[in-house]
């Protein structure tokens, strides 16, 4: 028998995205799967809407925005399928988008996760991203960001999924803790490759499946906080001491680069990123919670992890340049 899908779909005030968005994820051509959207709290009446016209779904109502990692978990909790597939509101997805990402999943037991090829929603022969990937001081990049796509339908092994779409295996979900809800949001895809790679588990993303995104690359002060923060707390929650130590001085490089990148961005900038390292401290005693959490799920070594991730980093997309 097919194995049930659990879609999940954050909302927070998307009114503008609800109709393209779900009207396509219900014509999918794989049938055993259930849509649970989550509100986050909106003020635009898009809950009301949706309950209106898409009376079909599963509504789980948070009375706060919990961020689009939290509003998985929320999600989670009634979600019934083998697979959950988390999806963002600004999508359409293609009527083949399951099929091929639930078949692979289902032949490849050492696959934790796969994901779709996301296509840019305006310019449709253009990519988003086919996967994720990720440097090894937990900077994320989408892979072949604004190329032109090739058509090709060959799985390709990546580093990591991108949180726009992804299916991932419940039971490793919910193993991990379920999505990273204390990250809030940024780095919430990263974090979930990361915790797969330090399980073992393989990453494949699926050219055959396709999802349109209304993708912006763009920074704020409150997104630097929250990259920087997620990804530092990342790094000392799942990486060894003697890992961290040898690594230091890429990692004092990348502190620098991302001070430059502040200072020439503006006071603002210049206090996300030192509230982003005044955070940790802050919040040491959990950041030790959830190493002993995550370091319980540990099945490779820090080198085996590293040799899944990139050595590399994306220039054009660390400055916000596309």
Known sequence: MAKKVSVILVNYNG???????????????????????????????????????????????????????????????????????PLNIDTEVAPNWLDAMVAFLDENPQVGAVMPKVLLFDDRTKINALGLNIHITGLGFCRSLGKGDTNSVIPERVPGVSGCSYLIRRQLLEQMGGAPGWCFMGNDDVIVSWLLRLMGYEIYCLPESIVFHKYSLKMDPEKLFRLEKNRQTLLLSTLKPLTLLACLPILLAIEFLTVVYSLAKGRS???????????????????KQRRDQYQSLRKVSDLTLFRRLNWNLDWTQLWGIR
């Not at 900038?269 to 950041?287: G, P, T, V």
């Open 15 to 85: 009114m503008s995205h609800l109709d393209a968005c779900i009207s396509s994820v219900l014509k999918q051509s794989y049938t055993n799967f259930e849509v649970i959207f989550v509100d986050n709290n909106s003020s635009d009446g898009s809950l009301d809407y949706a309950r209106s016209k898409f009376s079909n779904l599963i509504f789980v109502v948070n009375d706060k925005n919990l961020g689009y990692a939290g509003g998985i978990n929320a999600g989670l909790a009634y979600a019934t399928g083998e697979y959950i597939a």
């Open 269 to 287: 900038y210049i206090r996300a990123k030192f509230d982003a390292l005044a955070s940790l401290w802050r919040e040491r005693s959990d950041i």
